[in-house]
């Protein structure tokens, strides 16, 4: 019966998107080819945007005295610049939606209503996401448990996590709030989730390890976060979700982050030269069959829940940002 009822369809999401291509004067391009081009000149601008601050964070920091090596020989630093220099890619979407396609914010599925708890049942989610992982991984033979780790610095465990909150809102913006919400305006609601999941699949093709059995598991996250966005319509625990599954990933249990190495870590687990196919490889876990799984079977889940009430037009525009 429940399986009857299911929205395979997603039909019960398509209303938000109909919303947005009623807002008068909006600009949502059309043509997908051409949106999926602003789309990608988007991304270039956005990665030379971070070389632009990469650098000035450099020369300041040599002004106070620190080397300027401190990035690549300490993996605490390299790390913490990479995730807080993912703010101006924030910024950036929020250009792009606003100025370029003439659409409230709001419409990013961005909403005041239920912000926090979103958010914590998203993280809980993350973590248990990331927990599954591990355990069948380990139960698999293909990561063992080395050492809970000593001395990590506070200050710096606290500045990680907020770094992955901050990474992990980014591309949930970027992939969910702008790209899957422009394509969903002028096209089928499942088109907008395989469009936007492939493109967050493609845009980690530079990352150490990266593989085939990557690149499914990423499109299945991409899947995932879409799915959980669209079923609560909110983006903030699909951001949780993502920043918390990093974090656990790399800060938790120490383990390759998409192919990125980490620092501090609350746990440290390694890779094993047995079951390569279920624990990822130099990736890390995500290319593993133990995160496909996992990702799979959560997807199903989030496919079978009941879809959250879309808030009328009075709603969205009182009590959205």
Known sequence: MILMKADWKLQKAAPYFERIRAIPENRVCRNLILLLLIFWVYIFVTFAAEIVCS???????????????????NADAGLLLQLFLTLPCIALTFVCCRCIENRPVRTMYLTRKKLLPDYLVGALLGFAMMSAVVLAALAGGALKFEHAAAGSSPVIMVLLFLGWMIQGFSEELTFRGWLMTS??????????????????ALMHFANNGFSVFAVVNLFLFGIVTALYVLKTGSLWGAAAMHSIWNWAQGNFFGMQVSGIGTGSTVLNFSQTDKAVWLGGGTFGLEAGAATTAVLIITAVILLLMPQRSLQNEEDNTNGAI
Do not use: D, Y
């Not at 040599?62 to 300027?68: E, H, K, L, S």
């Not at 609601?189 to 493109?199: D, E, G, M, T, Y």
């Open 183 to 200: 394509v969903g305006t002028h096209h089928g609601v499942w088109f907008a989730v395989l469009i936007s999941a492939v493109n967050f």
């Open 55 to 73: 650098f000035f964070v450099g020369v300041t920091a040599q002004m106070f005295g620190v080397p300027a090596t401190i990035w690549q020989e």
